[in-house]
């Protein structure tokens, strides 16, 4: 037996490996459409001092300047037990133990890997990148920005992911439609995007998604109905591209012109040039009673309209909501029910007829949207004042893996059901 031995382990390796190789082909996702996807906002916008960008700890902390009490801009601490030493960065914060509080840059590229890795793991199809207009005029910020995009270019080739751009237009200023036109040139020219065989395509055409029109916000300059034409018309007709699917991000009450929407009849005119229609929810209901609720009389209308008109519809979904440390807000403003308030809009976006959804977001810390891998045991100190949200006990993958079971839901291969699937956290 032992004179076999050296011939057949090699066999048993080359079978394991064939296997693997197997497996990884099956769970590649299939880029041609955004039909039964469910796809996640990646904002990948963080950065701490000595991660090589020159940004200092943005996003963690208003000013970039490094974590301590008072400054602290995020609701969530990411859990890092994962992390390995050279992609952590410390702060003036620690946890109750003692250790040192961590965060991580999404300028590295292991780091953008490992968020892949966890999407492969629990079945979530891709993402969204956010690409923000105002952004690309500074030199360190652009640079930035570039970098994450071919991190999360490689995140999606090596574990079978797709991801499409979304710029982010709700802060380009009237008039300059060729901004966002100018970018998006030089974008394809010097990368190649639509060619990538992980980006995602829709209705036989590369995919972008372009968010902000239509907005109501008498505060804040936005782009013209004119501007937003503009760029719908040239991305269209764009023969470098050969021509693109539009999915465009709009207000909730987009159809009626009401509450946070425009009250101009243009829009829905102009809408007609859309392939997909994305309606904004965050922070449009606060509970599970109320989420099924707009999805039977916002939603399923929507979808009505969408389908005479041969559009497709793609509503969002987020599991909770809290802005305490960036604006003073109440901790947990729209709680996060372990999981019910997040699984209520899953199953009603299926009953409302929806095919494929947008779950805001992966990574949001900032906001309290996160469904990725979040501490229960944030820093809490030194000093007063800094207060965050967890997954109230949850284990840290929770929202991951219902993200991930949203997909069987919306293709009908899961039932729908009022009570998320995973169980809550054992009584204490």
Known sequence: MSALLPFRLPVVLLTAF??????????????STLTGKVMV??????????DGAKRGYNHWTRGGVKP???NVRVDMWPDLSEFPAAERFPTDLVHADGTRAEVFSSYLRPTVLRHFAWMREHGIDGVFLQRFINSLARGN????????????????????RVYALMYDLSSLAPGKADVLIADWKKLLRDTRLTSDPAYLRHRGKPLLALW????????KPRPTLEDWRKILTFLKEDRESGGLALMIGVPSFWRTLGRDSIADPALLELLQLADVISPWTPGRYRTPEAATDHAAAVWQPDIAWCRERGIDFLPVAFPGFSWHNMKGAPLNAIPRLHGRFFWSQITAARQAGADMLYVAMFDEVDEGTAIFKVTNHPPTGPGDGVQFATYEGLPSDHYLRLTGLAGPVLRGELAASDEPPLPKPAAP
């Open 18 to 31: 064939l296997a693997l190789a197997r497996g990884a082909e099956v769970s590649r996702v299939d880029p």
């Open 41 to 50: 906002g990646y904002q990948g916008w963080f950065n701490a001092e000595g």
């Open 68 to 70: 301590a009490p008072g």
């Open 141 to 160: 910020s652009l640079a930035a920005n570039n970098a994450v995009l071919e991190n999360v270019r490689a995140g999606a080739r090596e574990h079978g």
């Open 212 to 219: 902000g029109c239509g907005f109501k916000d008498d505060d």
